[in-house]
């Protein structure tokens, strides 16, 4: 039913922004919970923001809090996540995927049913 589709990474330096864009399918706004993940070679997925369907909840993993933030514009079927004060350690490739809504935002990938292709964010120092 949902589908989703990234945009917006690229290759910046240590301490610059990125501001990453999630083209959903569908209605989604009553429905499903929104968040980005990221993954590096040989990794897992791992979790970085979530926001719930009205955007009045949010998660963020401890590692991005400060400098990323979630937002999602349900008349687009979007979502965003801007990166600031980018790092070396947030290179890796990210997806945004959407779960069922069950009332908290999660960062739990089993949890989430559909899946972007991703989209490539490198940082060099």
């Known amino acids: 039913q949902v589908q989703t589709v990234e945009s917006g990474g690229g290759s910046v330096q240590a301490g610059g922004s990125l501001r990453l864009s999630c083209a959903a399918s569908?209605?989604?706004?009553?429905?499903?919970?929104m968040g980005w993940f990221r993954q590096t070679p040989g990794q897992e997925h791992e979790g970085v923001a979530a926001?719930?369907?009205?955007?009045?909840?949010?998660y963020y993993a401890d590692a991005v809090k400060g400098r990323f933030t979630i937002s999602r514009d349900n008349a687009k079927n979007t979502v965003y996540l801007q990166m600031n004060s980018l790092n070396v350690e947030d290179t890796a490739m990210y997806y945004c995927?959407?779960?069922?809504?069950?009332?908290?935002?999660?960062?739990?990938?089993?949890?989430?049913?559909?899946w972007g292709q991703g989209t490539q964010v490198a940082v060099s120092s």
């Open positions: 995927a959407a779960a069922p809504w069950k009332g908290k935002p999660i960062l739990t990938p089993s949890s989430y049913r559909f």
């Open positions: 569908g209605y989604i706004s009553s429905a499903y919970l």
């Open positions: 926001i719930s369907p009205n955007g009045s909840g949010t």
